[in-house]
């Protein structure tokens, strides 16, 4: 249905005889029409009646293929909504709309924008995303009151190289598009605040780039960069920068010169290390530098005071520094996937404010609970959690050669088809006991035992190796006369002695100087020990 904005002023009627004038003879004032997800497959002719009034069309969302002369007609327009139709033609016509402040005609078969456009010197808000367009006309930079223009996804491989002739533009918006290289007059949009060219083919960025000083958003996720000039330092203003999923193995020194910077986006890169000068960064609220090749932290971040979110992900790191200990705004600390040598993390004390800190890929609750302990070594106060990941194990010296290799399906072949195995071994042991455990200690002392459990996945692995092995032995041995025999070693089974080691050694340490830094010790995890498979001498 329609919706109307009306001024209405009714003829005087007689005070004797009363006469029915017809509404289309009634003189109304519309400003504005409203007919968006109409289903129209025209524009309906009631709207030309209001051609001297009309300033706001909004048709968006139908099935409109044309736009006929008489549309054209509406001169007073001021918003022109056609987005989401099927329009495949704006006629040269359209250079009548000289009051035109906004024209919205995204998403539909726009094959070309005709020069004429040139002559709506009114245009402010203009968005022609969505259309098959492949370059934008020669004339298109004298609309020079254009302050926000959409060309997303048009496969745009060119822009006009007098581009910088839009003084005004504050928004410019280049997504998804096929644009290899920028003009260097794009350096002359003074005013620009927002600027996407993300998912595009940029190569390289011109060093002029740097003159943007009212750059506030800058987005180029999803390009070809393999580095950014030194001069985008001098861009005071800017608030956000995403440079990820691009190419990029380092970033420039000069990047502490964004002083205003609270969004930094890193993430799929080629980057082995995070700049010294990222300490300058006082405002930065969020680092994302996941998916890279980072090796460790610069010491300066424990100067980026405001950071509230920090992910650093399925990187090579092998130490963070403890100047990370300094971050008491962090609310979301995520580093799952990292490759763990001996990482000593700093943090601080564990407060009301903490939404997130993950340690695991599948951890279940985004926040951990941490109990207070004593380390035996230090005698410094520490924090334990049974989901920190667990230290290195060290095989039993005293056992077989078999116990060091166990956990290597390689190992489980070669055990199998040993003669040096231990007849020791042949007796499953069905205990768990922890590094700390002393030996030659009696049970009396309080030994932790723990009984294993088979876990039903396990055993079916063991059911596969044990008949392939038994088939490749029969095949080797020329055993068939002696088939059965050999099967039923094959299925007897034990398992090696699992040494865990003991959870209180993963521990946060406390700083006695201040008491809101902590320090825990993080290592590889040490998964349960394969079970081997030993047939019986025949």
């Known amino acids: 249905m329609f919706v109307y904005r009306t001024a209405t002023r009714f003829l005087p009627t007689s005070p004797v005889m009363f006469h029915c004038i017809?509404?289309?003879?009634?003189?109304?004032?519309?400003?504005?029409?409203?007919?968006?997800?109409?289903?129209?497959?025209?524009?309906?002719?009631?709207?030309?009646?209001?051609?001297?009034?009309?300033?706001?069309?909004?048709?968006?969302?139908?099935?409109?293929?044309?736009?006929p002369k008489p549309f054209f007609q509406l001169v007073k327009l001021r918003k022109l909504g056609l987005s989401d139709n099927e329009i495949q033609r704006l006629p040269p016509e359209i250079a009548n709309f000289m009051q035109l402040v906004e024209l919205d005609v995204s998403r539909n078969d726009i094959i070309e924008i005709p020069e004429s456009i040139s002559y709506c010197k009114a245009l402010q808000v203009a968005d022609f995303s969505g259309n098959p367009l492949t370059r934008l006309p020669e004339s298109f930079p004298e609309l020079r009151n254009l302050t926000c223009l959409s060309i997303n996804d048009i496969s745009l491989q060119v822009l006009p190289e007098n581009i910088g002739n839009l003084s005004n533009l504050v928004s410019l918006e280049l997504r998804e598009n096929l644009l290899t290289f920028l003009p260097e007059s794009l350096s002359m949009l003074h005013r620009l605040e927002e600027l996407d060219l993300g998912n595009n083919e940029l190569y390289n960025l011109p060093e002029s780039i740097g003159c943007l000083v009212s750059l506030k958003d800058l987005w180029?996720?999803?390009?070809?960069?393999?580095?950014?000039?030194?001069?985008?330092?001098?861009?005071?203003?800017?608030?956000?920068?995403?440079?990820?999923?691009?190419?990029?193995?380092?970033?420039?020194?000069?990047?502490?010169?964004?002083t205003s910077l609270t969004d930094l986006l890193v993430s799929q890169n080629l980057i082995d290390a995070l700049p010294e000068s990222i300490g300058k960064l006082r405002k930065l609220s969020i680092l994302k530098a996941d998916q890279n090749r980072l090796t460790y932290l610069p010491e300066s971040i424990g100067n980026c005071e405001s950071l509230t979110e920090l992910v650093l992900t399925e990187n090579q790191l092998q130490s963070l520094p403890r100047s990370i200990?300094?971050?008491?705004?962090?609310?979301?600390?995520?580093?799952?996937?990292?490759?763990?040598?001996?990482?000593?993390?700093?943090?601080?004390?564990?407060?009301?404010?903490?939404?997130?800190?993950?340690?695991?890929?599948?951890?279940?609750?985004?926040?951990?609970?941490?109990?207070?302990?004593?380390?035996?070594?230090?005698?410094?106060?520490?924090?334990?959690?049974?989901?920190?990941?667990?230290?290195?194990?060290?095989?039993?010296?005293?056992?077989?050669?078999?116990?060091?290799?166990?956990?290597?399906?390689?190992?489980?072949?070669?055990?199998?088809?040993?003669?040096?195995?231990?007849?020791?071994?042949?007796?499953?042991?069905?205990?768990?006991h922890f590094l700390d455990d002393d030996e030659d200690e009696d049970d009396e002392k309080g030994t932790l035992l723990r009984r294993a459990t088979p876990h039903p996945g396990e055993l079916k692995t063991m059911k596969k190796a044990a008949e392939n092995l038994r088939k490749d032995l029969n095949a080797a041995k020329g055993l068939d006369s002696n088939k059965n025999e050999v099967n039923n070693a094959a299925d007897r089974v034990t398992t090696s002695k699992c040494f865990l080691p003991p959870v209180s050694r993963h521990v946060v340490l406390h700083n006695p100087a201040d008491p809101f830094f902590f320090f825990y010790t993080l290592r590889p995890p040490v998964w349960p020990t394969p079970p081997l498979i030993k047939p019986r001498d025949a």
């Not at 309906?44 to 139908?62: F, T, V």
């Not at 691009?246 to 964004?258: A, I, V, Y």
């Not at 951990?368 to 230090?378: A, G, I, R, V, Y």
């Not at 049974?386 to 166990?406: F, I, M």
Request: proline share 5%; net charge negative.
């Open 220 to 258: 180029l996720d999803g390009n070809q960069l393999a580095e950014i000039p030194s001069e985008m330092g001098s861009m005071k203003s800017m608030l956000c920068l995403d440079v990820s999923e691009n190419k990029m193995e380092r970033l420039p020194e000069e990047l502490g010169g964004l």
């Open 22 to 67: 017809p509404l289309w003879r009634c003189s109304r004032h519309v400003e504005m029409i409203d007919k968006r997800h109409c289903s129209l497959l025209y524009v309906p002719d009631e709207i030309y009646r209001y051609g001297r009034s009309l300033e706001e069309l909004l048709l968006d969302a139908n099935q409109l293929r044309d736009l």
């Open 325 to 432: 200990g300094k971050l008491k705004r962090v609310s979301n600390f995520n580093y799952w996937g990292l490759q763990w040598s001996e990482c000593l993390l700093c943090s601080r004390e564990q407060t009301d404010e903490d939404t997130a800190l993950w340690l695991s890929e599948n951890q279940s609750q985004p926040l951990l609970t941490f109990q207070t302990d004593q380390d035996p070594e230090s005698g410094e106060k520490v924090l334990t959690c049974v989901l920190l990941p667990q230290q290195p194990c060290e095989p039993d010296t005293k056992g077989s050669d078999n116990l060091a290799r166990c956990g290597a399906l390689e190992s489980l072949v070669n055990d199998v088809a040993d003669d040096t195995w231990d007849s020791k071994a042949m007796n499953r042991i069905s205990a768990i």
